[in-house]
């Protein structure tokens, strides 16, 4: 009998091979989404009784295509001459195994001309990142039920569009580009943080979400900003096995053992990123990259060329607007000028960033290394009771249980 647990990991990989697959050959994204959730309940009852088939994927597609078919059959008084002409390519003999880069290529199908980047992304981050609407909703900073609204009507507009979904012509991938790395990024940024759940990291997500950044690469490699955010995941990734002590517990940067870091992944981001800083217009991700670069070049927490991270956070904060920019920024600032600026630079995110734990966190941390360990412990507590992430509100809720310990 196969282990749930390994049954649900081989399940989250294979969704959007399956996915890719039948929503390039029915060009009906809405109805081949639907089938695979069938599929996918169908294998979660029968693998772990029945053990693994001898080709998981294929078997996820065969019983894709028959839920189609019967969905369209039993459609075709309303959509007869639509369900017969899908109906006949489905059941035209056994669908074939999909190439390695269906997953891609669904990226690419998502990024439709009908929607705007807005309004793709999260549709991408749902039906190819394999990430639920309420995580989706914490990465934009709205409610769960706001998020859901906009993916559903994402799709609402693609079917009324009249647009097939398919596969874009090579003419029509630059196009989409941006919207494919945005995606990609944040699935990595799931992945290595995960927002929800008991674990630090989701690795399935970011290793995937690596792997199809290095064959965007492949496809565009004269373009630096994909070779940035390349270049970000490889050099945040590096550190993963030091981001967890023992207990599976969180390890913040400053106390990461840095010999754990992968030295090789390192070395190719920092070539990467040298190598795209000069080609063109520098992006958002060129400078995360560049960012990471000082992190993982300093030998130790102290040595970590903070003014420059100032720098580029500047930059960074002027090309996107983002509050989480600011937050970082806040952070470097301290680093730089003092706990007391960093505060003040916070205050203005009281609004944007209204209710997220980030917020409480990083003024407990700057407000404990002003003395005040009463503030300190409201602000780690209230920033543990806010985050869905079971081992960050572990980590926040011992940060508070030190500072209220006895101090001699």
Same mark, same amino acid.
């Given at each position: 009998?196969?282990?749930?647990?390994?049954?649900?990991?081989?399940?989250?990989?294979?969704?959007?091979?399956?996915?890719?697959?039948?929503? %390039?050959?029915?060009?009906?994204?809405?109805?081949?989404?639907?089938? $695979?959730?069938?599929?996918?309940?169908?294998?979660?009852?029968?693998?772990?009784?029945?053990?693994?088939?001898?080709?998981?994927?294929?078997?996820?597609?065969?019983?894709?295509?028959?839920?189609?078919?019967?969905?369209? +059959?039993?459609?075709?008084?309303? %959509?007869?001459?639509?369900?017969?002409?899908?109906?006949?390519?489905?059941?035209?003999?056994?669908?074939?195994?999909?190439? &390695?880069?269906?997953?891609?290529?669904?990226?690419? /199908?998502?990024?439709?001309?009908?929607?705007?980047?807005?309004?793709?992304?999260?549709?991408?981050?749902?039906?190819?990142?394999?990430?639920?609407?309420?995580?989706?909703?914490?990465?934009?900073? $709205?409610?769960?039920?706001? /998020?859901?609204?906009?993916?559903?009507?994402?799709?609402?507009?693609?079917?009324?569009?009249?647009?097939?979904? $398919?596969?874009?012509?090579?003419?029509?991938?630059?196009? &989409?580009?941006?919207?494919?790395?945005?995606?990609?990024?944040?699935?990595?940024?799931?992945?290595?943080?995960?927002?929800?759940?008991?674990?630090?990291? +989701?690795?399935?997500?970011?290793?995937?979400?690596?792997?199809?950044?290095?064959?965007?690469?492949?496809?565009?490699?004269?373009?630096?900003?994909?070779?940035?955010?390349?270049?970000?995941?490889?050099?945040?990734?590096?550190?993963?096995?030091?981001?967890?002590?023992?207990?599976?517990?969180?390890?913040?940067?400053?106390?990461?053992?840095?010999?754990?870091?992968?030295?090789?992944?390192?070395?190719?981001?920092? #070539?990467?990123?040298?190598?795209?800083?000069?080609?063109?217009?520098? *992006?958002?991700?060129?400078?995360?990259? @560049?960012? @990471?670069?000082?992190?993982?070049?300093?030998?130790?927490?102290?040595?970590?060329?903070?003014?420059?991270?100032?720098?580029?956070?500047?930059?960074?904060?002027?090309?996107?607007?983002?509050?989480?920019?600011?937050?970082?920024?806040?952070?470097?600032?301290?680093? $730089?000028?003092?706990?007391?600026?960093?505060?003040?630079?916070?205050?203005?995110?009281?609004?944007?960033?209204? *209710?997220?734990?980030?917020?409480?966190?990083? +003024?407990?941390?700057?407000?404990?290394?002003?003395?005040?360990?009463?503030?300190?412990?409201?602000?780690? &507590?209230?920033?543990?009771? &806010?985050?869905?992430?079971? #081992?960050?509100?572990?980590?926040?809720?011992?940060?508070?249980?030190?500072?209220?310990?006895?101090?001699?």
């Amino acid at each position: 009998m196969t282990p749930a647990s390994s049954i649900e990991d081989l399940l989250r990989a294979l969704a959007p091979q399956a996915l890719g697959a039948m929503a %390039r050959r029915s060009r009906d994204f809405d109805g081949a989404e639907d089938a $695979v959730q069938e599929a996918l309940l169908a294998a979660a009852r029968q693998w772990p009784a029945d053990g693994l088939p001898d080709n998981p994927l294929g078997w996820l597609i065969t019983v894709t295509s028959r839920r189609m078919t019967d969905a369209l +059959r039993s459609e075709e008084a309303r %959509r007869r001459r639509e369900g017969a002409a899908v109906s006949r390519e489905l059941s035209g003999g056994p669908p074939p195994v999909p190439d &390695r880069d269906d997953s891609l290529a669904l990226f690419f /199908m998502c990024c439709h001309p009908a929607l705007t980047p807005a309004s793709a992304i999260p549709l991408t981050l749902r039906a190819v990142g394999g990430l639920t609407t309420a995580e989706i909703a914490r990465v934009f900073l $709205v409610p769960e039920a706001t /998020m859901g609204q906009r993916i559903s009507r994402a799709k609402a507009h693609i079917k009324a569009s009249g647009v097939p979904f $398919v596969l874009p012509g090579a003419t029509e991938w630059g196009g &989409r580009v941006r919207t494919v790395l945005h995606v990609l990024y944040l699935m990595f940024t799931e992945g290595y943080a995960a927002s929800t759940g008991p674990h630090v990291a +989701r690795s399935e997500l970011s290793e995937e979400a690596i792997r199809l950044t290095r064959m965007v690469a492949a496809m565009l490699p004269e373009d630096p900003e994909i070779s940035g955010l390349l270049a970000l995941m490889l050099l945040n990734e590096a550190r993963r096995p030091a981001r967890t002590g023992q207990r599976g517990e969180l390890v913040p940067l400053a106390d990461q053992d840095r010999s754990r870091w992968d030295q090789v992944m390192i070395a190719e981001g920092v #070539a990467l990123i040298t190598s795209a800083l000069p080609l063109g217009k520098v *992006g958002q991700y060129q400078l995360q990259a @560049a960012i @990471a670069a000082l992190h993982d070049e300093a030998a130790s927490a102290e040595e970590t060329d903070w003014a420059q991270i100032l720098a580029l956070y500047g930059l960074l904060e002027q090309m996107t607007g983002n509050p989480i920019v600011r937050l970082n920024r806040a952070v470097a600032l301290a680093m $730089v000028h003092g706990e007391a600026a960093g505060l003040r630079l916070l205050e203005s995110l009281d609004e944007p960033l209204a *209710g997220n734990h980030r917020l409480y966190a990083v +003024r407990a941390h700057l407000v404990e290394k002003t003395g005040d360990y009463e503030a300190a412990i409201a602000l780690y &507590r209230t920033a543990a009771g &806010r985050t869905t992430s079971i #081992a960050e509100r572990e980590y926040l809720t011992m940060r508070a249980a030190r500072l209220d310990a006895p101090r001699p």
